[in-house]
């Protein structure tokens, strides 16, 4: 049941597609990026094994928590209140201190990338992210500006990622071999515990169902 008396709105492709790709981009910001090609360079063929188990576990995760909120039409932290008064209050504060660390990382990313690509120092690159993000949500239209600026920034990063994947000539025997080093798994907890939370945790699993939330796509008739 949603927690208002408005008709649950008609999911259009633009809030889906905004929806799952404000996530996605969440996903695979500096950090994570970072995380990846540390434990790559560290365990190499074998963390094929970790990275399939936790794209498991994120989807896992992301259904679960996506159709909770969407079916209630509530905020993870008022759904989190009615289970435990003050664990609301609680996941908020949590959440938005690590949101607050993650988008620090996240601004100081595209100064890096402002930095690679056309040789922007990286102190006038990290205002430049600043005041673009702020000027995205002074605007009265935001929300709509945002699943625009996702969807193009989220096809960006997807086909950039799969071009430097066919550039490195990855070599594909030996992470299939990787995929079947059981023994190798337990001296990789700390990759899978890392790799999850910087895929799937903090405000990421929330920020596409808040998305459907703000836009009204809510209700066991959307659940699909």
Known sequence: MSNNNQPAAK????????????????????????QTSKFTAQYGAPLIMI???????DITAQMNIWSIIGV??????????KLLPGLGVFLAIIVAIGGLAFN?????????????MIGLPEKVGAVVAGCLGII???NKNAKTIMDKVATV????????????????KPPMGEVAKGAVSFGK????????TTLLGGSCGGYIPFS???RLVDAGVTGADNFR
């Open 11 to 34: 999911a259009s492709m633009s809030v889906l597609f905004g929806a799952a790709f404000l996530m996605a981009t969440s996903a695979i910001g500096p950090g994570f990026l970072t």
């Open 51 to 57: 990275i399939l188990v936790a794209i498991l576990m």
């Open 72 to 81: 209630s039409g509530m905020r993870a932290q008022d759904i989190a209140n």
């Open 104 to 116: 620090v990382g996240n601004v100081g990313g595209v100064a890096l990338g402002f930095n690679a």
């Open 136 to 138: 995205i949500f002074l």
């Open 153 to 168: 920034l989220a096809a960006v990063i997807l086909i950039t990622v799969l071009v430097v994947a066919v550039i490195s």
């Open 185 to 192: 798994f337990p001296t990789m907890f700390v990759a899978l």
């Open 208 to 210: 596409g169902a808040h």
